[in-house]
């Protein structure tokens, strides 16, 4: 198998080199030459280690990932290729720090893995975590998805700490390739609250965080902190910019904006859609949006906005906190002077004013409850216990992966664990979800659901429906007393996970495991072996190896 790094455009082939790093075999690439592949299979490491950064100076130990384990960073290292490649991507744990889970697993967010369910990296659903000195090698491909992804730690709150980082495929067919100039690594752009304390700190804390500080593309200020470097965003006038924007929080949403610029948005969630013009984007934890900036104005630098709605620097932008700068080639090396627009001017668009470039249409038939199975799922939460719920049933994690489980012979809901906490779904049939919001607070909740991209038929800021071109995505919103409804196809076998974007509180109870098509999921013969040996290497760890 070749080894490849596609990097915007070009390919570089490499060589492997093994080594051995705390007693695991690693492979390491080196380039040789360029050669460009129709489809190619990409082979990388990620190394998961502690580390102390300080982003908004303040320093504080982290989890992180680099291709190498000095090079870890927040965020982590950009993956890129193109639609229709494979990636195995080798994931060594090297934590050390009792303070923060020294095991982990890591979710491709927004990645299908059509029947590759086992490489989903969600610990104690598709897998058991990969304890620290150990590794485990993901093998997936993205036969028919482009667009913007991203990746993260998927056990207990452990991302908060810091491993999170981008995902773009890139389509070299991209129909929407004529409305910009420029699409590479320089214009992604990472959105994250950040947090002076551990995330089991905040959980252990059981009350709604205020973030410290706002990241943008790893930088940032907090108030009454020092003036550290702000990410600088170089755009040359008269160029347009494909920029694509992740929001990688923890827990805030952020309302994002460019000073004196117009964002005409053309994806969203790695789905193509009809360009929309708007000049602010409220954007929640996980959703993803690539938009088209025209560098059209006055050479200047112009400020970027991500105002959390968790009062980072007092709900403003004094001193530069939440923010970032446009420079254009040319501008001065200095902060910029420039105002946001009234409240009057801003273009703010709803979630439905958004629909699908193609093959627009829910499936099942154009009214409510036309499908073949209907689900209700109501929020709530107990103030008491403070644990969410839906219909009634807090999350769980099981001790034995949802996966592992029906790979033993559980293929009936009332078989599998969590109790209540698993539904299973017929194949090939249309689902319809109404999320009721009910008295569950902190929203609105950004759900998303796995191995899938799903019809927002109704979305949670209208009582309205459409079935005739709604907005498709990964991840959308379900608000307090608010009804959202969804809708997609079971055609991809395995157990998914629903659940609340805001991790504190899919930690506190708010997630469902959808079972789809447990008979023809992956079989035992084909599942990986290092996969199989996850499971006893965790379970064979101390509780002083375990926070």
């Known amino acids: 198998m070749f080894l490849i790094n596609v990097v915007f455009g070009s390919c570089l082939l490499l060589l492997p080199t093994r080594f051995l790093v705390n007693g695991v075999e690693i492979v390491k690439s080196h380039p040789r030459d360029n050669i460009w592949h129709e489809k190619t299979d990409h082979h990388d490491q990620l190394f998961i280690v502690n580390k102390d950064i300080a982003p908004d ?44 889970d020294r095991s982990t697993s890591i979710h491709w967010h927004g990645l299908f893995q059509k029947t590759t369910n086992y490489a989903d990296g969600v610990a104690f659903v598709s897998q058991c975590p990969i304890a620290t000195n150990h590794s485990f090698l993901y093998d997936f491909g993205v036969p028919d998805q482009a667009g913007t992804f991203w990746y993260h730690s998927h056990l207990s709150v452990q991302y908060g700490d810091g491993l999170r980082g981008p995902i773009v495929i890139y389509d070299p067919e991209d129909p929407h390739q004529d409305l910009y100039d420029v699409d590479d690594e320089s214009t992604i752009i990472t959105i994250a609250d950040w947090f002076h304390l551990t995330s089991l700190q905040l959980l252990a804390a059981l009350v709604v965080p205020n973030a410290d500080a706002t990241l943008i593309n790893g930088n940032g200020r907090y108030v009454g902190g020092p003036d550290t470097p702000l990410t600088v965003i170089n755009v040359e006038h008269g160029k347009r910019y494909r920029f694509r924007l992740i929001d990688m929080s923890f827990d805030a949403f952020h309302g994002f904006s460019i000073d004196n610029h117009n964002l005409t948005i053309i994806e969203v969630d790695g789905i193509n859609t009809l360009p929309h013009t708007v000049n602010f984007i409220e954007i929640y934890p996980a959703q993803r949006y690539s938009f088209v900036l025209n560098a059209n ?104 992966p949802v996966l592992l489980q029906i790979l033993s012979g559980a293929h009936h809901a009332q078989d599998l664990l969590p109790k209540g906490g698993v539904h299973t779904l017929p194949p090939n049939k249309v689902i319809e979800i109404n999320f009721f919001g009910g008295d569950a607070p902190a929203g609105p909740h950004p759900f998303h659901l796995h191995g899938h991209a799903f019809d927002v038929v109704r979305t949670s800021d209208s009582s309205e429906y459409n079935f005739k071109n709604p907005v498709r995505r990964d991840t959308t919103l379900v608000a307090m007393k608010n009804q959202a409804t969804i809708r997609f196809v079971t055609d991809n076998a395995g157990p998914w996970f629903l659940h609340c974007h805001i991790d504190l509180h899919l930690s506190l109870g708010l997630a469902v495991v959808l079972a789809e098509d447990t008979r023809d999921t992956k079989k035992d013969d084909m599942i990986p072996a290092d996969w199989k040996g996850l499971c006893p290497i965790y379970n064979s760890l101390t509780p002083s190896q375990l926070p």
């Open 57 to 100: 100076g303040f320093q504080r130990s982290t989890v992180l990932a680099g291709r190498t384990p000095q090079d870890a960073s927040f965020p982590g290292p950009l993956i890129t290729g193109r639609k229709g490649d494979r990636f195995t991507i080798n994931v060594t744990d090297l934590l050390t720090d009792p303070t923060m």
């Open 297 to 400: 104005r006055p050479i200047s630098n112009y400020r970027i906005r991500a105002l959390s709605n968790t009062g980072v620097g007092a709900h403003n932008f004094t001193n530069g906190v939440n923010s970032a700068i446009l420079r254009y080639v040319g501008a001065p090396e200095e902060e910029p002077q420039t105002s946001q627009p009234l409240s009057s001017d801003v273009m703010i668009f709803r979630e439905g004013d958004l629909h699908p470039l193609e093959n627009p249409g829910a499936p099942g038939s154009p009214y409510p409850g036309g499908a073949d199975l209907v689900l209700n799922f109501t929020l709530g939460f107990d103030a008491e216990m403070v644990l969410f719920s839906m219909n009634g049933v807090v999350s769980e994690s099981p001790t034995v």
